[in-house]
């Protein structure tokens, strides 16, 4: 089982599970088995490399189940991600000092460009992501003047990737163009900063308005599925919006949607979450709204359909 996104919060606990020299390996791969959980992509390393499947995420380092060893990236970008449209590079490092930008990250300029290259892709496709617990000056200084020159770079902490992986794992619908608006607007944040301080205040008012626009964006979704979950504890066919509000008021993710999408209209957006959704068929009565579960053999014929006309639409037999 990969790491969650979490541990990125809590990551000298993670660490405390590798050897010190191995250490530098796993933050590696925590950030690798991240950024695949956000792009909700097959995670592969060195070990298992599969270049015929074309969207993944590549960690270039390698881990031993049995012998419990783990290898850091050995040249080039720690993680590559075949995302649809565009492409991912990462370069994480857990150095925080002054030797963060001159020891780690000045290389990954060189890759950033030997991908284009070799790849032969298109320059605006290619993000260059750099993850550290802490970014020292020296490194927002020197990829400041980079993305002004056209690098996409996007400078983060842990603590942003863990927001962005969170809002990915609550939203099981994010798409790859909302994740690439975000970069693009990341990029333009590092170019138009003034200041070190100000460029902190901006990544975290940014990814922040992200997650709110993408919350209000998938709502539907995220409502319908967790009233369908909230019903199916209810050993009901008939399940009134009583029995839904009570099972989902101890639920973390549910509440804690509500508090990032704000507003106090529950009801509209479980009623709007379960219909459009096709989940649940709705009988009204005098004394409260009930609903009919949809059999999820049903549900998933209806999907497959969907699935396949769009495949038909892209020219897929």
């Keep these: 089982m990969l790491p969650s996104c979490s541990n990125l919060i809590n990551f000298q606990r993670y660490l405390e599970r590798y050897a010190r020299n191995d250490q530098p390996a796993a933050y590696e791969y925590l950030v690798a088995c991240t950024i695949s959980q956000i792009f909700f992509l097959p995670f592969q390393s060195k070990d298992n490399e599969n270049n015929t499947v074309k969207n993944r995420v590549i960690w270039q380092g390698s881990i031993n189940g ?19 449209g565009f492409y991912v590079l990462i370069e994480s490092t857990l150095r925080v000092g002054t030797s963060q930008w001159r020891k780690e990250f000045v290389e990954s300029l060189k890759h950033y460009d030997d991908f284009v290259t070799n790849n032969n892709v298109d320059k605006k496709n290619v993000y260059l992501i750099v993850i550290a617990p802490k970014i020292h000056k020296d490194t927002y200084t020197g990829f400041k003047q980079k993305a002004c020159e056209g690098y996409n770079i996007v400078v983060l902490k842990n603590s942003h990737l863990a927001k962005i992986g969170k809002c990915s794992g609550i939203i099981s619908t994010i798409r790859h163009l909302d994740l690439c608006k975000l970069f693009a607007d990341l990029v333009k944040i590092l170019r138009e900063s003034v200041t070190f301080d100000k460029i902190m205040y901006e990544l975290n ?88 579960k949809v059999n999820a053999i049903d549900f998933e014929a209806r999907g497959l359909r969907l699935i396949k006309a769009v495949g038909e639409i892209h020219g897929q037999p």
């Design 66 to 84: 049995g012998s419990r060893t783990i290898s850091k990236a050995p040249s080039g970008p720690d993680v590559i991600c075949f995302a649809y």
């Design 205 to 292: 008012k940014t990814i922040y308005k992200w997650q709110s626009d993408v919350f209000k964006q998938e709502k539907a979704v995220f409502f319908g599925l967790k009233a369908y979950e909230a019903m199916k504890k209810v050993p009901k066919k008939i399940v009134g919006t009583a029995d839904i509000l009570f099972n989902l008021e101890r639920d973390r993710k549910f509440n804690y949607y509500l508090n990032i999408l704000g507003g106090d209209d529950v009801m509209s957006y479980i009623i709007d979450g379960l219909l459009s959704e096709k989940l649940a068929y709705l009988i009204t009565t005098p004394y409260e709204d009930l609903f009919c």
